[in-house]
Structure formats: structure tokens, C-alpha cells
Nanobody, 116 residues
Framework: VQLQASGGGLVQPGESLRLSCAAS????????MGWYRQAPGKQRELVAT???????SYLDSVKGRFTISRDNAKNMVYLQMNSLKPEDTAVYYC???????????WGQGTQVTVSS
């Protein structure tokens, strides 16, 4: 599967962004999809996951602010980010894998910068 992320940008604290990830392939609905982020000098961290059955999990620091969703008919996964904080600044990556132990597939990152 190939992934193409978009939607990043520069916003002020408290504002919102929606990231999108377009996936190729006709078995997208079977993949576990996730959003990761990597800030300068820090390790990449898992922000949100959505499984084929719709089970969802979030990084504690984004709970209540971020929402992950998927549209299997369009081969798309989204990350709605509200009430953004400067600490959310990072490059955000879309991820797909067939199961929890499978090889990761990565898209190119999209930069999110939250600054006044």
C-alpha cells in the first residue's frame, strides 16, 4: 500500500487542522491505520490508531482534541486536530499495516506547526 498525507500547515494555538491520508490498493479496509508524529530531536510517537473494525486509540496528550476516522470507500484516513497546542508541532506521518505484527508502510510526512 502506498500512502500520501496532506493537510499540514502553520496555525495558531487553539486552532484546528485536518490531516488526510490517501491510500492506494483495493484492500485498504483490511489495514490498521495510524497517525504518528515526530518533533525535532524526539522519537516518533503513535498519535492515533483505527482498526478495520473501528477500534480506536489515542495518545493520552491528544485525547479529547484529536479524532481519527476512515472512509474505506475512498481509501482515506483522517486526523481532525482541534485545540492545537505548540507541543503538537511535529511532522505527522500516516501509517498502514495488515496486522499488529506486520511491516509498517509509511507515507511522506506533513508538517504541522502551532505557533503564535
Amino acid at each position: 500500500v502506498q500512502l500520501q498525507a496532506s493537510g499540514g500547515g502553520l496555525v495558531q494555538p487553539g486552532e484546528s487542522l485536518r490531516l488526510s491520508c490517501a491510500a492506494s490498493g483495493n484492500i485498504f479496509s483490511m489495514y490498521i491505520m495510524g497517525w504518528y508524529r515526530q518533533a525535532p530531536g524526539k522519537q516518533r510517537e503513535l498519535v492515533a490508531t483505527i482498526t478495520p473494525s473501528g477500534w480506536i486509540s489515542y495518545l493520552d496528550s491528544v485525547k479529547g482534541r484529536f479524532t481519527i476516522s476512515r472512509d474505506n470507500a475512498k481509501n482515506m484516513v483522517y486526523l481532525q486536530m482541534n485545540s492545537l497546542k505548540p507541543e503538537d508541532t511535529a511532522v505527522y506521518y500516516c501509517n498502514a499495516k495488515k496486522n499488529w505484527a506486520a511491516t509498517d508502510n509509511w507515507g511522506q510526512g506533513t508538517q504541522v506547526t502551532v505557533s503564535s
